[in-house]
DNA sequence: AATGATACCGAACAAAGTGTTCGAAATATA
DNA sequence: TATATTTCGAACACTTTGTTCGGTATCATT
């Protein structure tokens, strides 16, 4: 990939970052999107086909690193929900900044349904060694919704308690004796 | 209130409904709006300053039904958040046509961003009978999300569960022993 | 019914935003 | 240096927004 490319391509994300700080995200034009990158609306078209796709470019570039299973410095036992949260929330912090600028925002539920659907498919895959008397669909939502919302907490309080305690606080909900 | 007002209101607040589930809301254009409610350009607004406001009066018009504390057939103890719950999840489903189409939308996150505020509201409120070993800012913004995913969840399974099993399966996720 | 008051219509308007095109200029790669 | 690629920027047609205003329809009252 071209220099002149992923420079451009990063202002742009840069400056779109930015502004969803300031503004809801439908308030946003393009036009102020490429004043901030310094970036030619032509150049922009090329980059990305619509506004739309600059957020679904955002919102994949954010989550693509919390998500994958590349190793960590947590240790514990794999192939368990708790170790696998642990693991996100370990990522979750190194990405702190890029989060907490995006879920604290004035357009926080958009990415939160990102982050849902991510968390859905974690705990479909996870739910199996997690047996209760509650219908499995249910489930998968209530662990969703909470976990993201714990996270948002977590970014909220700037992230004071460790990733440790807060995924204890989690399991400790959702598996309290 | 004016008769004319009342149904030019109406009659706006339905096609702006009914778009939402057709598209997303950052792209409903007012046109389509007074299109589909048969509405001058200037009548529209004059009802409505602007689109956004549309969405707080029709966000707000949903919830208040849902969250006023009127008498309702649920027989419980009063005071306490398992009743309140029921409660809620009583004028849940008395609204089911209105909240399934906005909250299963495709801006259905825009919804739950309201629904989870006046949630938020609600257990702040009853969450002193509710001593926990976990901090009070993160059972709120835990609970707030979880139930506001379970009720999506109930109304994505067409309601099947009665309320009581609904409010049986939160509370136990909560307090499981 | 007649009469004010009020709400609606619709056409026109300026302003702002969208998405595209194209030749010239800048920059990378070999 | 030569060549391919990317960016620039201005111009363009088009859509959307929000306002204005005179004329028309509807309401409540007598």
């Known amino acids: 990939m071209d220099r002149r490319q992923k420079k451009t391509r990063r202002a742009i994300l840069a400056s779109f970052r930015a502004l969803l700080e300031k503004k809801r995200y439908e308030h946003i034009t393009v036009q102020e999107i490429i004043d901030g990158a310094d970036v030619g609306r032509s150049t922009f078209y090329s980059h990305f086909e619509t506004k739309d796709m600059l957020l679904d470019a955002l919102a994949g570039e954010i989550f693509q690193h919390i998500f994958e299973d590349d190793p960590c410095p947590w240790v514990g036992k794999d192939g368990e929900l ?5 693991h996100i929330l370990w990522h979750i912090r190194a990405e702190r900044e890029n989060l907490a600028g995006v879920l604290l925002s004035d357009s926080g539920e958009l990415f939160m349904g990102y ?18 008397d509650v219908p499995r669909g249910f489930l998968i939502e209530y662990l969703s919704g909470s976990f993201a919302e714990t996270v948002r907490w977590w970014i909220k309080e700037g992230m004071k308690t460790s990733p440790e305690d807060v995924a204890k606080y989690f399991m400790g909900m959702v598996n309290r004796k």
Do not use: P
């Open 82 to 86: 708790e170790g696998k949260l642990s």
């Open 115 to 132: 982050f849902k659907n991510h968390l859905k498919a974690v705990f479909t895959q996870y739910i199996d060694n997690f047996t209760q």
